[in-house]
């Protein structure tokens, strides 16, 4: 059984682990706190119509809660639960706010995991993808949207403090709705904006599929990261899914439906799915592809 309460190397605070024990351990104030930490680096149009240098686009890039803290701390080093301009915030995404919630949850010896997959409230008759938080609070697995401060009229009515399990689909569920008609693929994608291929569709499921995979492995990985079977490099001239990917990807989601099976730590230990000392990862600055060692 993996340990969810204690850090991975993603999600340990490192020499700002002492900021973080000033937070009540009460997943409300953890939530509202984590809501605070991030400004999404598209989703709120051009980051420097809002005060953001094009220069501090690279933090989207930040991958470890200690290198988010200190930056965090740089810009304005008052208690996390604190009020904080605009400006005071890392750019980043949602996979950000998560691994943020995630390593103040485990601070606090809560459980907690990211989860991958596609959320159904963000953009009407569409799947987005998303990243959010999964925290065991005593007699359940619920799902937590750091992204959103709570309530949030954004979300349609969703509390994003306890998602239903039918407005946010972990990679599993997407694509096992998907490959059995009950959903569309067509309708999953990052955004209705972008129009690549290999971000929509069956070629981004299966992506997110992976991503979950390494997630619940506490490997909390970027989200334009690439490694093993995961080869969705705009280099790749046919991005479409092959039977062969596809037939694994099916055993792979039947698996995780039971993502508390010690299956899940075994075959992710196998060469399709485990991740190296040494990834891909597409810049976002540069949008091209650089390798990158992890530490």
């Given amino acids: 059984m993996i340990d969810y309460a204690t850090h991975s190397r993603f999600t340990d605070p490192g020499p700002l682990t002492g900021w973080l024990n000033g937070i009540e351990p009460d997943l409300s104030e953890l939530h509202r706190t984590a809501s605070t930490l991030v400004f999404h680096f598209w989703g709120n149009g051009d980051v420097t119509d809002h005060g953001f240098p094009p220069a501090r686009r690279a933090e989207v890039d930040l991958r470890y809660t200690a290198d988010m803290l200190a930056r965090l701390h740089e810009l304005n080093p008052a208690p996390l639960g604190a009020e904080r301009a605009t400006t005071e915030r890392i750019l980043g995404c949602c996979r950000d706010f998560t691994l943020l919630f995630v390593s103040m949850a485990r601070q606090c010896g809560i459980p907690a995991r990211s989860r991958v997959g596609f959320a159904a409230y963000l953009v009407p008759g569409r799947h987005v993808d998303h990243v959010v938080a ?162």
């Fill in 134 to 295: 999964e925290v065991w609070d005593g007699d359940r697995w619920r799902l937590v949207d750091p992204q959103f401060a709570a309530p949030d009229s954004e979300l349609g009515g969703v509390d994003p403090t306890d998602l239903p399990r039918d407005r946010f689909l972990v990679g599993a569920d997407a694509w096992r709705a998907c490959r059995s008609g009950a959903l569309d693929p067509d309708r999953f994608m990052i955004s209705p904006d972008r129009t690549d291929p290999r971000l929509r569709g069956l070629p981004q499921i299966r992506h997110n599929l992976v991503q979950d995979l390494a997630a619940l492995n506490k490997h909390e990985m970027i989200l334009w990261d690439l490694w093993g079977c995961l080869t969705d490099d705009p280099a790749v001239s046919d991005p479409a899914v092959s039977e062969q990917d596809a037939a694994a990807a099916d055993e792979l989601a039947a698996l995780l439906q039971d993502p508390d099976s010690a299956d899940v730590s075994a075959i992710f230990a196998t060469d399709p799915y485990r991740v190296p000392p040494v990834i891909t990862s597409i810049d976002q600055t540069t949008l091209a592809p650089v390798e990158v060692t992890l530490r």
